[in-house]
Every structure is written in C-alpha cells, then in structure tokens.
C-alpha cells in the first residue's frame, strides 16, 4: 500500500514538473507566466539569442563592412594624430589627481585617446552632486579614442599615459557623406551630417552596439541592427558599430529557420530592429520564442537550440517599440511572449505606452500583423521570430 502511495506522489510530482517546463499550463494564470524571478535561484540561467552565422544571411555583405571597418579604424587614428597641433598630457600636470573644470582646465569639447596603445581602453572619471549634495562617481570609458564635452564643476581623474586634446585645437577636414562612418567618433555637422542612420554591430560576440553623444548619453544601443537619428548632438561616437546613410543602407533579408523540430526552412525574421514596410513586410506573422545560448563560432555545426527558460529581465521574449512616438502609433510599447512554449494556449502580455499592461490569449504561437499606418516604425525583436503567415 505505501509503495503504491509512493508512485501515486511521484507521477504526481511527474505531472507537475512535466506542466512547468513543457507547457502545460492547466490553470495557470496569464501573469504568472511571467513572473519574474527577482534573483537568480537555483537552475536559473540566462540566454541570448545571437548567432554570428545569421548576420551575412540577414545583410547583405556584412563581412565586406566587417572587414573595411578594420581597417578604416586603424586609418582614422593617425589621421586624428596628425591633425592635432597640442596634446594635454597627463604627466604633464603636476601629479595625477583630480582637477575642476572651469580652473584646471577649460570647459569645452575634447578628444580623449590613450597614448601609447589604441587597444587599451581609456577613462574619465566625472564626479556629480546630486540634489541631496552627495557626490557621485561616473566612470567614463571608451575606446580607443572618443569626443567628450567637459562642463565646468566636473571633477575629472585622468589616468596615466591618456592624452586629451580641446577639439577647437583639431585641424579636421570637412568629410563629405560616405558609404559608412566607421567606428570611431565625428563631430556632427563637420563630419557627418545630421539625420537617420542605419546602424550595423561589428561586435561579434553577442552582437551589440552602442551610439553615444558628447556627455556619454546613448542615442542607439541595438543588437545587430537598428536605427538612429542624430539631430541635436555635438558629436556620435560608435563603439563596436558603424552607421550607413540611410540611402546606402544594405538589404535586411529573413532567414531560414533551421529548428528541425519546428518551422524547419521556413522563412523567419530573426533578432534586430527592422523598419516596418521597409525591413519588414506588412501582413500576419507569428511570434515564436528563439532563446539560446549566444554562437559566436563561425564554425560551430548545428541548430543553435530553442531552451526552456525562467521568465526575467534578461530571458526576455519578445518585440519593443522603437520610440515613444511609434508606440503610440503602433498601439503597444511592449509584447512579451510566455514562457510556456510547448503549451497549446499562449499568451501575450501587452504594455502600452502609458505602461498599462494586458493580456492576449491564442490557440498555438501568438500573432502580430502590421498594416499600412505602421509603415516607417521600428519594431525591435528580441529573443525571439516572426515567421509569415504567407510561408
């Protein structure tokens, strides 16, 4: 008797288990399908969803832009060498410490590059009072060299062997727009003119890429692709990154889907910011997870995976608004989808722009459709496919 109790408590353990990592649901709640683990207990891991053998599938030539930047990067730091006519450098001043801006040294527009290696990276480190007068420290890097506005009060440490360089001193010549600014930094207006650019990750690894302006303020930070406008800025600095005009843009391409359990060949829109009408093309498409551990081996055999996951924030599964404005006329900030993946019912949690949050039920994967008022938006898509209802 007690060892048929025994079997009835572990099938029953079984079922339970069976019901969380493959999907069936039973009466779940929606909101508890993404419930967030505010810390990471045991058996949580986190995924990304990036394989470097998709990017040259998704644009087109990007190994040809991956190589050129390598060699333009190289280009532009001794170009920027020789066009300046002084260099501050730190073992110039008294000793290393720090200074005030406004007594030590001029408030103004600098470039920062490190002075024996370009690899290394280099730092500032800037000190703000808040409003309740504590002091609190930023610590500025880039690499391997940078724009940055200094404002008088900042308390700045420069570090050995990092020469600085008050930009009104730089004798740089006008750039005339290009195929692509690599990655480096420009004044806006000198060098590269204001408006909407395409923005490319060169960064290999995880895939990401970073815009910032003169006090460090990111304008993009995409995962593979994306886009920028750069209107009001006093310079951008590109770190793992290039920008295209958008009239030299490449082509952005679907893949293949290569899951030989599910949607096996099928076209699939994978990880990146498209621009809807222009990237992506409008009609019905269905939202399925795609989270995994991160390929960066060009040579790596196989389908990258589709994991069971905890919900959290970097589990996260799903499309984001590019902006404010376009949430507001795409109806939606935010669509997350469950976790539950084997499950017959999913669901979408819906956050609006006013951070309201809903939810949608379907019968299988989740769908979202884009018509023509959602032309021009950017719709970011994370750990996660969109595969057309027209494959």
Known sequence: MQKKVNNIAFVMICSLTIALFSGCAGNVLPEERFAHSEEKGDGYETYGSFDVRELDEQIEGYWDYYKENEKQKEIRILDVDRWNKQWIESDQWVMEGEYIVGKSINQGLYLFKNGEDVSLNVNVDIYRENEKGERKLQTYWTKPMSFFYLEN???????????IAPVDLLKYPKVEETKAYYEGSYIVGRE???GEYFVLSLEVS??????????????????RF????????????????????MNQKPNVQPIKYQNPKEAFGETAFAAGTYKVGVDLPLGTYRMKNDIYNNVSDLNYEGYHGNESYYPGYFNWCGLIAGSKVQAERLGWSELELDSYQGSKKRYLKVTDLKGEISYKEFEGLPTITFRENDIGNNVEIMRCVLIPEFN
């Open 153 to 163: 009060g900042d308390v700045i440490k420069i570090n050995e062997k990092t020469e």
């Open 192 to 194: 590269i003119p204001k």
């Open 206 to 223: 995880v895939g990401t890429a970073l815009v910032t302006d003169q006090r460090d303020k990111t304008l993009a930070l995409v995962s």
């Open 226 to 245: 994306g886009y920028v406008n750069i209107e009001d800025d006093l310079v951008v600095n590109l770190q793992d990154c290039i920008l295209i005009p």
